[in-house]
């Protein structure tokens, strides 16, 4: 079966004023339909960029693609027009963006901004476009949604417009939902309940899901599969189940071990990962990760290797992209 989403080594790199910044290096990624993406890692390893890359919502004054192509459904997007783009945003593919406060219009009410979604995808009237928005709004959970429609953005609390935001999102019922830190400024309640709907609406509609985040705890119990991003690339990929059983990269290794446990003591501190990311405008030889990684050796300065995916028997295939994985890997068959 054709994957609803592929992309094959795109690179998007920005022009600024100390060089060019390789925000993404050469990404490959297939989403399948029905399937949630979890795309984890720090902040600046590229997993926004690559997600405003597929709607074309990069500045074009500064983003160029020097490679790499991104097939929806079988339709090429990096060359797309911008007409052929506004055809599918919103409509076939959506995103909830990190900050609903920066992303909603200050100055239109909810109504306005709901409506003018199925008005300009659906070409309904505005009564129509009424009545769906406020059902829509019911379902993401907001009491009382025909005075919610009313609303200004800064009249609802973070939690309200993070639903709002969802509710925008889900209206045209996308194929593809590209859900951006959809936690992110709210507390750890309104967290729960914006997962499990995000979760609850996939599962009904068995739309497609990119999850972003820079916490494998918020996708351990959503995603199908997770993807973790370093300096622009993809440095370990796997089942949900293969990666926390068995994480390869120690990059992923180390943002499980900073993850909080119930059933750790108290004199078992949390252990950070050393170090800063590189500046992707300077990135170091060979490796980005090694001036970081306790396992790092001499191949990992000079060489960066390819994703090399490792066989699983038990499922998908487990890629990662590491010169120290890979040499326990071949130990491990050889001794098998």
């Known amino acids: 079966m054709t994957a609803l989403l592929s992309v094959n080594d795109l690179c998007v790199y920005f022009r600024s004023d100390h060089g060019v910044v390789k925000a993404v290096d050469g990404v490959s990624l297939t989403v399948e339909r029905g399937e949630i993406l979890g795309l984890v890692g720090e902040s600046g390893s590229g ?40 055809k599918l945003r919103g409509r076939r593919i959506a995103m909830i963006f990190q900050d609903a406060m920066a992303a909603l219009n200050p100055y239109l009410t909810v109504e306005r901004q709901l409506t003018e979604v199925l008005e300009l995808h659906e070409r309904v009237s505005h009564r129509v476009a009424c009545t769906r928005s406020i059902d829509m709004l019911a379902r993401v959970g907001i009491a009382d949604p025909e005075r919610r429609m009313r609303a200004y953005p800064h009249e609802l609390s973070g939690g309200m417009r993070q639903r709002v935001m969802i509710a925008m999102a889900l209206l045209c ?132 290797p390819e994703l090399l995916a490792l066989e699983n028997e038990n499922g998908p295939a487990h890629h990662v992209r590491c010169w120290a994985a890979m040499s326990t890997s071949t130990e491990e068959r050889e001794r098998a």
């Open 47 to 86: 997993k926004t960029v690559t997600n405003l890359a597929l709607l074309g919502l990069l500045p074009k004054h500064a983003a160029y693609f020097p490679r790499g192509t991104i097939h929806f459904d079988g339709q090429e997007l990096v060359h797309a027009s911008e007409r052929a783009l506004r």
């Open 173 to 304: 019922g996308p194929d593809l939902l590209i859900a951006d830190e959809p936690t992110t400024a709210v507390d750890v309640t309104v967290q729960a309940q914006v997962l499990e709907l995000i979760r609850d609406l996939q599962r009904a509609s068995s739309m497609s899901v990119i999850l972003i985040t820079h916490d494998l705890g918020v996708v351990a119990g959503m995603a199908h599969r997770i993807a973790v991003m370093y300096a622009g690339r993809i440095v370990e990929s796997a089942s949900v189940t293969g990666l926390f059983q068995s994480p390869l990269h120690p990059y992923t290794q180390g943002l499980l071990a900073s993850v909080p446990r119930m059933e750790a003591s108290r004199e078992q501190p949390l252990q950070p990962i050393p170090g800063l990311p590189p500046d992707l405008a300077r990135l170091p030889s060979g490796c980005p990760f090694q001036p970081r990684c306790a396992r790092a050796f001499a191949k990992c300065v000079t060489a960066y």
